[in-house]
């Protein structure tokens, strides 16, 4: 039987490994600290922008935040990770998929590399379902005092495998905590791909019975 859900809270985060790695003199760092503050580019304020460095060749970390500290941007010599939590509704969702387009545009990693996709969401379970309830269904060893699931799924129109973890919130009585992790190639159309991603959770979410609403 399927029980319904609704997103209560959500965070999602892409991890980009850069083609190789960057010095901090790189022009190519250098480049990358000017597009973060562009309008044309992630549209940050300066002020929102720190350098942390350790070593003047590999040894640093660029870090952004924004969203009254609910976003974050950190670039290191190899990686760059952009990520958002606390969403709640369609409106953080949009801001969200902007952001995510805009950074996968502007940093392709090598041919063949795969980026991360990492997702958690607490959902609010319809009555008369509760997560205990729920998650009973996965107590099939004898003294589990706290069933929860974990899977690796695959679904149409997704590359890769998914691993999806289910298990009470500890933060919110009576809600479901859910975690996704993927990867995905470094080559799409990003304005159609990211808008997916959602989608992505929602359908894996249903291997177990589980349905996601729509966000409010």
């Known amino acids: 039987m399927m029980s319904s859900a609704q997103f209560h809270v959500f965070n999602l985060q892409i ?10 003199d790189h022009p190519d760092t250098r480049r990358f600290e000017e597009w973060l503050c562009d309008p044309e580019g992630f549209r940050l304020r300066p002020d929102q ?37 606390n969403a709640r509704n369609a409106a953080d969702w949009e801001i969200i998929q902007n952001l995510f387009v805009r950074l996968l545009q502007h940093e392709s990693p090598a041919e063949g590399a795969m980026r991360t996709f990492s997702a958690s969401a607490h959902v ?30 695959k679904i149409a129109d997704w590359e890769k495998e998914i691993r999806i973890v289910i298990e009470p919130s500890n933060l919110f009585p009576q809600h479901l905590f ?25 359908n894996s979410a249903r291997m177990f019975d589980l349905g996601l609403a729509p966000l409010p």
């Open 15 to 24: 991890d980009t490994p850069l083609k190789r790695p960057r010095p901090l």
């Open 124 to 153: 609010r379970l319809e009555e008369p379902h509760t997560a205990e309830t729920f998650l009973e269904r996965f107590a099939v060893v004898p003294g589990v005092h706290r069933p929860a699931a974990l899977s690796y799924v």
């Open 49 to 85: 922008v720190r350098l942390k460095s350790w070593d003047q060749l590999f040894g640093y970390e660029i870090l952004a935040n924004f969203f009254g500290e609910n976003g974050f941007l950190l670039c290191t010599c190899d990686r760059v990770r952009v990520g958002v939590k």
């Open 178 to 202: 859910l975690t996704w992790d993927s990867q995905f190639g470094g080559s799409q159309d990003w304005d159609t791909f990211v808008p997916s991603l959602l989608t992505v959770m929602e």
